[in-house]
């Protein structure tokens, strides 16, 4: 949760730079929200203490079909507005 809330507000940052004034929409929430099931599945299951044999990564199709996906949800509020 703390993770989204802080994309969540670095994206307004940095919209808020470029075009004058902050955009948030669902779509963003949504992105971030894959971007970090993404991360989470292929990165941070394996830093924690519970090991198992049934952590898996996710395949590099996958992981680069989150990744475009969640970038097109990210940016989709620029098309909108």
Do not use: A, C, D
């Amino acid at each position: 949760m703390l993770t989204l809330l802080v994309l969540g507000w670095v994206e307004r940052l940095i919209y808020q730079l470029i075009f004058g004034q902050p955009v948030y929409n669902w779509s963003m929430g949504f992105g971030n929200l894959l971007l970090f099931f993404m991360l989470y599945r292929n990165h941070f299951q394996f830093k924690g203490w519970y090991k198992s044999e049934k952590n898996q990564k996710l395949t590099l199709l996958t992981t680069r079909v989150i990744t475009i996906i969640s970038i097109g949800l990210i940016i989709l509020p620029l098309g909108l507005g």
